[in-house]
């Protein structure tokens, strides 16, 4: 699971997990442990590509961004 500082503080409160000790990476697939979970990220940009959901560029996207050192967050 991913375990960057500032995505994982953005899901332990947007889940609602204090506790949370990673984020779930989806586990089947060509795309396995590279995409998130889309069980709890159905929307999330970087999660399976399918038609079912419309995509966006969430906060945990920005978190991500932020983690890596490529975006800061005003």
Same mark, same amino acid.
């Given at each position: 699971g991913?375990?960057?500082? !500032?995505a994982? /503080?953005? *899901?332990?409160?947007?889940?609602? #997990?204090?506790?949370? +000790?990673?984020?779930?990476? #989806? !586990? =089947?697939? !060509?795309? *396995? @442990? *590279?995409?998130? &979970?889309? /069980? %709890?990220?159905? @929307? #999330?940009?970087?999660?399976l =590509? =399918?038609?079912?959901?419309?995509?966006s560029?969430?906060e945990? +996207? /920005?978190?991500? /961004? @932020?983690d +890596?050192?490529? %975006? &800061?967050? &005003?």
């Amino acid at each position: 699971g991913y375990v960057g500082t !500032n995505a994982l /503080a953005f *899901a332990r409160t947007y889940l609602g #997990e204090p506790g949370l +000790s990673y984020i779930l990476l #989806e !586990n =089947d697939g !060509n795309t *396995a @442990q *590279a995409n998130w &979970d889309q /069980a %709890y990220w159905p @929307q #999330e940009l970087m999660t399976l =590509d =399918d038609t079912t959901h419309p995509r966006s560029f969430s906060e945990l +996207s /920005a978190r991500v /961004a @932020q983690d +890596s050192g490529w %975006y &800061d967050i &005003d």
